[in-house]
């Protein structure tokens, strides 16, 4: 269980609790969202996600932002004051860091 702001990540039953409430998420966003709890406090790349999250398929890049999105506002996190991802208009450099 990894805990983070008032959420918990059971990554042995892949479930999101918000204290005593489940909170929905699809498989791959749950998927996302425990690689980026696993590596907090440092830069995670895109391509680190993409070969985590989807190691054997090819997936355009443009899909971690959707899941980030969709992750964000599970977690009420707010892009004009993101706490936990970066902003959707922050574009990734060409090494593939936001």
Known sequence: ??????????????????????????????????YLVENAGRLVTQAEILESVWPDTYVNAEVIKKYILGIRKVLGDRSDK???????DCQPDSSGFF
């Not at 805990?3 to 791959?28: E, G, I, M």
């Not at 993101?82 to 959707?88: K, N, Q, R, V, W």
Request: net charge positive; proline share 12%.
């Open 82 to 88: 993101p706490e936990m991802f970066p902003p959707d």
């Open 1 to 34: 269980m990894k805990q983070f702001q008032s959420f918990r990540l059971d990554t042995a039953n892949h479930c999101l609790w918000r204290a005593d409430a489940r909170v929905p998420l699809t498989p791959k966003a749950f998927d996302v969202l425990r």
